[in-house]
């Protein structure tokens, strides 16, 4: 399936208004994700395969909730 790229960034940012006040973790979460979207796409106004975007929400959820390594 493809999605738009401007829905998913604002999707994304929706989100991350939503749940601010009861998880600021997983709102920069999805503040992160719309951006890499941002830098990734220089036009925003194409689709891309939902599974490409899964992976790179996949990417910055670990990055950003996976425990540090002593």
């Known amino acids: 399936m493809q999605v738009n790229i401007q829905i998913a960034i ?3 940012l ?3 208004q939503t749940i601010m006040n009861a ?3 997983l709102a920069k ?3 992160n994700f719309a ?3 941002i830098m990734k796409y220089d036009n925003t106004d194409v689709y891309a395969e939902q599974d490409e ?3 790179i929400w996949e990417e910055e959820y670990d990055r950003m ?3 540090e390594e002593l």
Do not use: N, Q
């Open 14 to 16: 929706s989100d991350a």
């Open 65 to 67: 909730h996976k425990p």
């Open 29 to 31: 979460t999805h503040i």
């Open 53 to 55: 975007l899964d992976a």
């Open 35 to 37: 951006k890499r979207l």
């Open 23 to 25: 998880d600021s973790e």
């Open 10 to 12: 604002m999707s994304h």
